[in-house]
Structure formats: C-alpha cells, structure tokens
T-cell receptor, first 110, second 114 residues
Framework: TQLLEQSPQFLSIQEGENLTVYCNSSSVFSSLQWYRQEPGEGPVLLVTVVTGGEVKKLKRLTFQFGDARKDSSLHITAAQPGDTGLYLC??????????FGTGTSLTVIP | NAGVTQTPKFQVLKTGQSMTLQCAQDMNHNSMYWYRQDPGMGLRLIYYSASEGTTDKGEVPNGYNVSRLNKREFSLRLESAAPSQTSVYFCGTKAGTTGPYEQYFGPGTRLTVT
C-alpha cells in the first residue's frame, strides 16, 4: 500500500511550458518534503513544508502544502532542460519515519 | 568531507547468497536510514536508526537485518538473497532525532539477485 500517490507518473514537456505535480494522501503529515533525483544518484532535498496552507518558492518552483496537511503540489514555471529529473514527495508521520511518493519523471525537451 | 558513502556501488548475487551493504557518514548526524527504490514505487523504508544503539523496522523489513555499528556506520544485511530483493538501495541520514530535518542520501547500491 502506497501512502503517498503522485501524479502524473511521467511528464514530457517543451522548454518554456508550465507544469504542476501533485502529491496526495488520505493521511495527515507533520511535514512534507520534495526531492529531486538525477539518474544514478540519491535524492536531493528541494524544500520542506510544515504548516497547512504554506507556500514556498524556490526560483521558478512553487510548493504548496494543503490546508489539511494531506496533500501538496509542485508548480514549475517556464520549465528548462535542467529541471529534468525524478521528483519525489516524502511525508513525515513521526519525526523519524518518512513515506515517499511514487515519483514523477519529468523530461523537458529543448 | 564525503557526506554519505555507500559500498559497493554494484553487486550481483545468486539466490540464497548473503551480503552486507555498508553505509558511512561524516556529517555527525544522529539518524540513519536504509531505503529501497523500485520502479514506480518511490523509496520504501526498510530500517532506520534514530540514534546510536537503536534500530527500528520500517515499511518493508522482511528479509533484512541492520546494525548501527557506531554513530558513523549503519549496515544492511541480506542473509539469504531472493530475486524480489533486486533493487537500488539508498542510505540516508538526518541531523536530528525528531522534526522536519533534511535527509541526505548516498549514491546508492544497485543489487541484482539472479
């Protein structure tokens, strides 16, 4: 059973387009993190959101935590080829145990 | 400053063989984790160690054992490997024992069991 479902699973877009990735669950999380993973490497943290309704921006990336702390979204504006990678959300139920989403594989075509 | 290192990078085992995956960190972090990553499944927690001397089961612990040798090292052992354990294994660390601290990951070990 996957606690966190991400959609879409695969996304291929042209450079300059906008996109949104969703991370949904029926469980409540104390915090939620977004990671990006390159082929052959481990995930690297992009952002942590803690408060329901919280919005964080990282250059062209906007992250939102749902009001009920059960879901999150990642929006990328004007995607670039360097944004290509696997995007993973991870929710913390306790301080130590994290549940990862199924992942969204993004390809940005020049 | 190497961060999180994992050995080996690649391994092929026959069904029934045993092996130990090694993880070491030089970040002075308290918590360490072992995950496996399968296509379409994201990362799933196998075991974690909140601090030196403690270990706890995660989502998918069956078929694995762990040892927190000291603060720096956390090993994962497969006693009798099965094809279902073919996966990429990641070791992670976290600074605090609680709270939304960042996890840092090693480069992974790619294991194939035939």
């Amino acid at each position: 059973t996957q606690l966190l479902e991400q959609s879409p699973q695969f996304l291929s877009i042209q450079e300059g387009e906008n996109l949104t990735v969703y991370c949904n669950s029926s469980s409540v999380f104390s915090s939620l993190q977004w990671y990006r993973q390159e082929p052959g490497e481990g995930p690297v943290l992009l952002v942590t959101v803690v408060t329901g309704g919280e919005v964080k921006k990282l250059k062209r990336l906007t992250f939102q935590f749902g009001d009920a702390r059960k879901d999150s979204s990642l929006h990328i504006t004007a995607a670039q080829p360097g944004d290509t990678g696997l995007y993973l959300c991870a929710g913390a139920v306790t301080g130590n145990q994290f549940y990862f989403g199924t992942g969204t594989s993004l390809t940005v075509i020049p | 400053n190497a961060g999180v290192t994992q050995t080996p990078k690649f391994q092929v085992l026959k069904t029934g063989q045993s092996m130990t995956l090694q993880c070491a960190q030089d970040m002075n972090h308290n918590s360490m984790y072992w995950y496996r990553q399968d296509p379409g499944m994201g990362l799933r927690l196998i075991y974690y160690s909140a601090s030196e001397g403690t270990t706890d089961k995660g989502e998918v612990p069956n078929g694995y054992n762990v040892s927190r040798l000291n603060k720096r090292e956390f090993s994962l052992r497969l006693e009798s490997a099965a094809p279902s354990q073919t996966s990429v294994y990641f070791c992670g660390t976290k600074a605090g024992t609680t709270g939304p601290y960042e996890q840092y990951f090693g480069p992974g070990t790619r294991l194939t069991v035939t």
